[in-house]
């Protein structure tokens, strides 16, 4: 699927996304970067976007999204900073393994959660010189 063959609701949720970043993410995007401070007023916006609940399906309060259009939010948000879209990356991978590996008990309990941003997942990676060297 393209994004020429995408249903309008779809484009719109791209649209959208890239209003966002422009108006909200790239302002500031340089500055948080250089100060390698954490962009809370974006992830509480993220939250509000319903951006960390798109692979989520709907029957768990997420945006039950296609993996095309996923990746056409995601590129989105990268083009202004790849940090940003880290974050709701990592968070998705998580939300995925228990949407695709998770019992039924474990579904209803955290998948409304992660679809909200109320809990959110992340990468845990060992320390530089013991393993995996995020910074490097």
């Known amino acids: ?3 020429y063959e995408m249903k309008p609701e779809e484009k719109h949720l791209i ?3 890239i209003e966002f ?10 500055e948080l970067e250089h100060k390698d401070e954490y962009p809370a007023e974006i992830v509480e916006r993220m939250k509000e976007l319903g951006l960390f609940g798109l692979l989520i399906p709907e029957e768990y309060e997420g945006a039950g ?8 939010i ?7 900073w790849m940090s940003v879209a880290g974050i709701i990356n990592s968070h998705t991978i998580m939300a995925y393994l228990v949407t695709h ?18 809990k959110r997942g992340g990468v845990a990676l060992t320390e530089p010189n013991a393993g995996t060297d995020l910074q490097g």
């Not at 970043?21 to 340089?30: D, F, L, M, N, Y």
């Not at 995601?74 to 202004?80: A, L, P, Q, R």
């Not at 590996?101 to 109320?118: D, I, R, V």
């Open 1 to 3: 699927m393209s994004i």
């Open 15 to 17: 649209e959208t996304v």
């Open 21 to 30: 970043a422009e108006r909200e993410i790239r302002p500031v995007a340089s």
């Open 65 to 72: 999204i296609n993996l095309v259009t996923y990746s056409g």
């Open 74 to 80: 995601i590129e989105e948000i990268t083009k202004v």
């Open 101 to 118: 590996n998770g019992t039924e008990a474990q579904k209803k309990k955290y998948l409304p959660l992660f679809a909200s941003g109320e």
